[in-house]
């Protein structure tokens, strides 16, 4: 399995950015996908997850209302949309997949199989 992300890059405070991660190798469908981040001197945090149907979503506390989760299976595709960002959510972005089908989210860096390579966001205030 491959996860290539991308859609990063400079963004003013109050804008908007979409995120996106391409997974090959294997059938989209049998995976829950994440999206981390991690600033400089800090640990990777989850910022989203979706299981493998969209039934179930998680955002940590500090996006909720400004960022959304999404994906499209016959894609092979997951997003991250994000809609009035702030400095503090400079970051590398990485997404990740965890073979599982089942309701439940997981939120620990080390729940997740594969990870793609970091698409860095730089939000200027």
């Known amino acids: 399995v491959q996860l290539q992300a991308s859609g990063g890059g400079l963004v003013q405070a109050g804008g908007s950015v979409r995120l996106s991660c391409a997974l090959s190798g294997r059938p989209f469908s049998n995976y829950a996908m994440g999206w981390f981040r991690q600033a400089p001197g800090e640990e990777r945090e989850l910022v989203a997850a979706i299981n493998w149907n969209s039934e179930t979503t998680f955002y940590t506390d500090s996006v909720k209302g400004r960022f959304n989760i999404s994906r499209v299976d016959a894609k092979k595709m997951v997003y991250l949309q994000m809609n009035r960002v702030k400095p503090e959510d400079t970051a590398i972005y990485y997404c990740?997949?965890?073979?599982?089908?089942?309701?439940?989210?997981?939120?620990?860096?080390?729940?997740?199989?594969?990870w793609g390579q970091g698409t860095l966001v730089t939000v200027s205030s």
């Open positions: 990740a997949a965890k073979d599982y089908r089942g309701s439940h989210y997981y939120t620990g860096f080390g729940d997740y199989d594969y």
